[in-house]
């Protein structure tokens, strides 16, 4: 069965840095777009990031563009996202999400990993 | 870029029906597909209608997606409702550069 386990959240300052893994398995990795999706405490979905199969096309949300980088690696199953000059608004529960290539539609998501950004 | 609105909450009893709508801002609803998740507290999003209308295997079919292009919205409708129901539900498409989630319906059965 599909498992997509995030790793990396953790408490940052604001401008700091963290990058977030995402392990998957129970599905041929690299044959499928993957996407992160953030969740801030109490609030709706937002949309981060994706990155095609073979990582030629990638896609960022205006609130992140230009701060964080999506990339995966195709042999190791993982998917990451560097995030830099974090922002208080950056809180959320981050997740890794496949995607049902070719269509935008997420059809398996992972539990979440907790970012915080605090000074 | 384009907004999906969605009515903040919605309450049912057991056994009815219920409807939950989301509206595209601008572009054709038609244009791209829709997509309902459901999110239960402290759990993942989860798919329950994708390309507008279909079921993913093991959602019951008292799930059912439509869209209607004179209101430009889209609807998910959930009928014979069940306390399990309970949660909360995210429309969500997409267009050439972005993906695009409503704000989300807490749906209340009681």
């Known amino acids: 069965q599909v498992q997509l386990v995030e790793s990396g959240g953790g408490l940052v300052k604001p401008g700091g840095s963290l990058r977030l893994s995402c392990a998957a398995s129970?599905?041929?990795?690299?044959?499928?777009?993957m996407s992160w999706i953030r969740q801030a405490p109490g609030k709706g979905l937002e949309w981060v990031s994706y990155i095609s199969s073979s990582s030629s096309y990638t896609n960022y949300a205006d609130s992140v563009k230009g701060r964080f980088t999506i990339s995966r690696d195709n042999a190791k199953n993982s998917l990451y996202l560097q995030m830099n000059s974090l922002r208080a608004e950056d809180t959320a529960v981050y997740y890794c999400v496949k995607m049902a290539t070719p269509r935008i539609h997420f059809d398996y998501w992972g539990q979440g990993t907790l970012v915080t950004v605090s000074s | 870029n384009f907004m999906l609105t969605q009515p903040h909450s919605v309450s049912e009893s057991p056994g009815k029906t219920v409807t939950i709508s989301c509206t595209r801002s601008?572009?054709?609803?038609?244009?791209?597909?829709v997509q309902w998740y459901q999110q239960r507290p402290g759990s993942a999003p989860t798919t329950v209608i994708y390309?507008?209308?279909?079921?993913p295997s093991g959602v019951p079919d008292r799930f059912s997606g439509s869209i209607d292009s004179s209101s430009n919205s889209a609807s998910l409708t959930i009928s014979g409702l069940k306390t399990e129901d309970e949660a909360d539900y995210y429309c969500?498409?997409?267009?050439?550069?972005?993906?695009?989630f409503g704000g989300g319906t807490k749906l209340t059965v009681l």
């Open positions: 601008s572009g054709s609803i038609a244009s791209n597909y």
């Open positions: 969500q498409s997409y267009d050439s550069s972005n993906v695009v």
């Open positions: 129970g599905f041929t990795f690299s044959d499928y777009y």
């Open positions: 390309e507008d209308n279909q079921r």
